[in-house]
T-cell receptor, first 111, second 119 residues
Framework: RKEVEQDPGPFNVPEGATVAFNCTYS??????FFWYRQDCRKEPKLLMS???SGNEDGRFTAQLNRASQYISLLIRDSKLSDSATYLC????????????FGAGTQVVVTP | GAVVSQHPSWVICKSGTSVKIECRSL??????MFWYRQFPKQSLMLMAT?????????EQGVEKDKFLINHASLTLSTLTVTSAHPEDSSFYIC???????????????FGPGTRLTVL
């Protein structure tokens, strides 16, 4: 079983619409949670951290459910520039502390 | 902001040759650097963690004699893929922790990646 699982998509979203997707993680001792964005053939870039109380950053809203071990991301008013792969990332303090990445959910925003 | 560079950004080599990839922290000191590998449509997989001045810690299933890691200074780590084969073709990404962020911080700064193609 993968440590972090995501629906690979693609999610095809009309411009201006809302899209939401989740990821699940297996290690209940995980400490921090993030969404990263990765564009084709580029390095991942931090989009936002995810907190238990839920948090918002502009059009992006993230939620964490520790009991069920899942994380969600919602994108409102989608822009063409939101087309990317969104990586769910979990931090555990094993050894030196590791980031564990999901395989990503692809979002394609269409005009 | 913290910047990490990688060199080269892409490399094509013949099977059996060795390839060295450099990862540098440009404006901070990195006590810990991480090396990841990403195959198409797959997640970034941690290969090894390197701490300045000590031996790298490899993840299970990663051959330490094939992927040589040297972290000789607080700003430079190198990954050498020895006797590369086509199955080693992948996107190699490094990341670094800023020493000033603390030892067990969850913040990592990523390099732009190196695309390796082995013919």
């Amino acid at each position: 079983r993968k440590e972090v699982e995501q629906d690979p998509g693609p999610f095809n979203v009309p411009e201006g619409a809302t899209v939401a997707f989740n990821c699940t993680y297996s290690n209940s001792a995980s400490q921090s949670f993030f969404w990263y964005r990765q564009d084709c053939r580029k390095e991942p870039k931090l989009l936002m951290s995810v907190y238990s109380s839920g948090n918002e950053d502009g059009r992006f809203t993230a939620q964490l459910n520790r009991a069920s071990q899942y994380i969600s991301l919602l994108i409102r008013d989608s822009k063409l520039s939101d087309s990317a792969t969104y990586l769910c990332v979990v931090f555990t303090t094993d050894s030196w502390g590791k980031l564990q990445f999901g395989a990503g959910t692809q979002v394609v925003v269409t005009p | 902001g913290a910047v990490v560079s990688q060199h080269p950004s892409w490399v094509i080599c013949k099977s059996g040759t060795s390839v060295k990839i450099e990862c540098r922290s440009l404006d901070f000191q990195a006590t810990t650097m991480f090396w990841y590998r990403q195959f198409p449509k797959q997640s970034l997989m941690l290969m090894a963690t390197s701490n300045e001045g000590s031996k790298a810690t490899y993840e299970q299933g990663v051959e330490k004699d094939k992927f040589l890691i040297n972290h000789a200074s607080l700003t430079l780590s190198t990954l050498t893929v020895t006797s590369a084969h086509p199955e080693d073709s992948s996107f190699y990404i490094c990341s670094a922790r800023d020493r000033d962020d603390g030892f067990s911080t969850d913040t990592q700064y990523f390099g732009p990646g190196t695309r390796l193609t082995v013919l």
